[in-house]
């Protein structure tokens, strides 16, 4: 016999209702459904049982179903296929390149947004030099140098310049103790600096003094770049290594732009997204454009060596070193953009190859004393300057000057530097009066 009680019957004949509980709603069949697919569905792994463990992700991603690659963010070029914020580059250069003075353009540049090598578009950013060869006033030299030469006023790059000498006491990236390699307290600094002065560009003079591992060991090294990294990926900033390449003697340039003439492991310019080689002009060279020896000892080559983000265009930057006075008496050679005349073939250069030549360092010469954008100049003036410059017999630097065209009908056009400009002279007003050379952009 079933036995079977009814509790709301039983409590409302007692009236005792009142105290039992509500019941619950009645399910639904939607919700009956939905319940019956969940149930049906695999355990949910972040919900562990007690002493379970969770696998650790790997934080993959998938391709959204609506990507666009118009959404995607600009590479931030600080110098146009140079310097690349948030990246690594490095610059491998053999003796009296020019290497330090070079660099130390560039970070002037930046500071000033404006191009002074001719190496492409140039975003204004405060950039920072730490060398660990030059003292305090070895850098104050080279930085009169090139304010004379580029005609810049040290208020131009005030707090948006910034110097760190470690001649004396040095900067370093990783320290070593016994076998164990660790980062250097430098390195918080460094970091703290550049979010602090809003650094866009760091450059690092020379990269084997940051640091003590051995030049050749790969994992050491490896371990050195990975500091880098994390200062670049911590603050965003361009970061210019500049490095040291194997000696060539004469014809250091017959490597140039090549990747595997850096000094050192292997895995320093494997770290690096772009490399770039620094040469001096070899004999070969020199002699292929009708350089004679005196100028080819003044110039240098820029090769791109390794670029991960764009194709090569496979042509060599020149520099010159121009001689330079500066306030208290001393010379220094500054690097100005060359332009390499055509190549002769073994055969003697060309009128219109010589030509271009001549016009162009006498143009140069106007522009160190008017500006870049030119201007009139009389030619006794810039017969000495163009001795300071040169270094040329003066009995040279006459022919050449005479043999600027007369009249402005007549002006030549000269490339210096990616820019154009026309040049002539004119004759003075009576048979003793200096004649004057004229040199004006041409856009």
Same mark, same amino acid.
Request: glycine share 8%; charged share 25%; hydrophobic share 35%.
């Given at each position: 016999?079933?036995?079977?009680?009814?509790?709301?019957?039983?409590?409302?004949?007692?009236?005792?209702?009142?105290?039992?509980?509500?019941?619950?709603?009645?399910?639904?069949?939607?919700?009956?459904?939905? @319940?019956?697919?969940?149930?049906?569905?695999?355990?949910?792994?972040?919900?562990?049982?007690?002493?379970? @463990?969770?696998?650790?992700?790997?934080?993959?991603? @998938?391709? !959204?179903?609506?990507?666009?690659?118009?959404?995607?963010?600009?590479?931030?070029?600080?110098?146009?296929?140079? %310097?690349?914020?948030?990246?690594? %580059?490095?610059?491998?250069?053999?003796?009296?390149?020019?290497?330090?003075?070079?660099?130390?353009?560039?970070?002037? !540049?930046?500071?000033?947004?404006?191009?002074?090598?001719?190496?492409?578009?140039?975003?204004?950013?405060?950039?920072?030099?730490?060398?660990?060869?030059?003292?305090?006033?070895?850098?104050?030299?080279?930085?009169?140098?090139?304010?004379?030469?580029?005609?810049? +006023?040290?208020?131009?790059?005030?707090?948006?310049?910034?110097?760190?000498?470690?001649? $004396?006491e040095r900067v370093t990236i990783s320290t070593n103790t016994g076998n164990i390699t660790m980062m250097s307290p430098d390195v918080v600094k460094i970091i703290n600096e550049i979010k602090r002065c809003n650094i866009k560009l760091l450059i690092i003079d020379p990269f084997v003094s940051t640091h003590q591992e051995s030049e050749n060991d790969n994992s050491a090294i490896d371990n050195v770049m990975s500091y880098y990294r994390h200062i670049a990926s911590e603050t965003g900033v361009a970061l210019f290594l500049v490095h040291h390449t194997r000696k060539d003697g004469e014809e250091s340039d017959s490597h140039a732009g090549d990747? #595997?003439?850096?000094? $050192?492991?292997?895995?320093?310019?494997? %770290? %690096?997204?772009?490399?770039?080689?620094?040469? +001096?002009? /070899?004999?070969?060279? &020199?002699?292929?454009?009708?350089?004679?020896?005196?100028?080819?000892?003044?110039?240098?080559?820029?090769?791109?060596? +390794?670029?991960?983000?764009?194709?090569?265009?496979?042509?060599?930057?020149?520099?010159?070193?121009?001689?330079?006075?500066?306030?208290?008496?001393?010379?220094?050679?500054?690097?100005?953009? *060359?332009?390499?005349?055509? &190549?002769?073939?073994?055969?003697?250069?060309?009128?219109?190859? +010589?030509?271009?030549?001549?016009? !162009? *360092?006498?143009?140069? /010469?106007?522009? !160190?004393?008017?500006?870049?954008?030119?201007?009139?100049?009389?030619?006794?003036?810039?017969?000495?300057?163009?001795?300071?410059?040169?270094? *040329?017999?003066?009995?040279?630097?006459?022919? #050449?000057?005479?043999?600027?065209?007369?009249?402005?009908?007549?002006?030549?056009?000269?490339?210096?530097?990616?820019?154009? *400009?026309?040049? =002539?002279?004119?004759?003075?007003? =009576?048979?003793?009066?200096?004649?004057?050379?004229?040199?004006?952009?041409?856009?």
């Amino acid at each position: 016999m079933g036995f079977e009680m009814n509790f709301i019957e039983h409590a409302t004949k007692r009236g005792l209702l009142h105290l039992l509980p509500p019941l619950p709603e009645p399910i639904k069949s939607a919700d009956l459904k939905a @319940t019956e697919k969940c149930t049906n569905t695999k355990p949910n792994v972040n919900n562990p049982t007690l002493g379970e @463990t969770l696998p650790e992700k790997l934080g993959m991603r @998938t391709i !959204s179903c609506d990507f666009d690659a118009a959404n995607i963010p600009r590479r931030k070029w600080i110098i146009d296929r140079l %310097a690349l914020a948030n990246y690594i %580059a490095i610059i491998g250069a053999g003796g009296a390149t020019g290497k330090s003075m070079i660099t130390l353009c560039l970070a002037v !540049s930046v500071a000033l947004g404006k191009d002074l090598l001719n190496l492409g578009d140039t975003v204004q950013g405060n950039a920072l030099v730490i060398n660990n060869e030059d003292d305090n006033d070895e850098l104050n030299r080279r930085l009169a140098g090139i304010f004379k030469l580029y005609r810049i +006023k040290s208020h131009e790059v005030t707090n948006k310049l910034y110097i760190k000498s470690g001649y $004396g006491e040095r900067v370093t990236i990783s320290t070593n103790t016994g076998n164990i390699t660790m980062m250097s307290p430098d390195v918080v600094k460094i970091i703290n600096e550049i979010k602090r002065c809003n650094i866009k560009l760091l450059i690092i003079d020379p990269f084997v003094s940051t640091h003590q591992e051995s030049e050749n060991d790969n994992s050491a090294i490896d371990n050195v770049m990975s500091y880098y990294r994390h200062i670049a990926s911590e603050t965003g900033v361009a970061l210019f290594l500049v490095h040291h390449t194997r000696k060539d003697g004469e014809e250091s340039d017959s490597h140039a732009g090549d990747v #595997d003439v850096m000094r $050192g492991a292997s895995s320093l310019k494997d %770290a %690096a997204r772009l490399c770039f080689t620094l040469s +001096k002009m /070899g004999k070969k060279t &020199a002699k292929d454009h009708g350089i004679d020896d005196k100028t080819k000892n003044q110039l240098s080559r820029l090769d791109d060596a +390794k670029n991960n983000f764009t194709l090569s265009d496979g042509k060599a930057k020149w520099f010159k070193m121009e001689s330079v006075q500066i306030a208290n008496g001393e010379w220094l050679g500054v690097p100005r953009s *060359y332009d390499l005349p055509d &190549a002769i073939n073994g055969k003697e250069a060309s009128n219109e190859s +010589k030509e271009h030549t001549t016009f !162009s *360092y006498i143009t140069r /010469g106007v522009i !160190s004393l008017k500006g870049n954008e030119g201007g009139v100049v009389k030619r006794p003036e810039l017969m000495k300057q163009l001795f300071i410059e040169t270094k *040329y017999e003066k009995s040279k630097l006459a022919k #050449d000057l005479q043999a600027l065209p007369i009249g402005s009908s007549n002006a030549r056009r000269v490339n210096v530097g990616g820019r154009f *400009y026309r040049i =002539h002279q004119v004759e003075g007003n =009576h048979s003793n009066a200096a004649k004057t050379i004229h040199v004006v952009v041409d856009e």
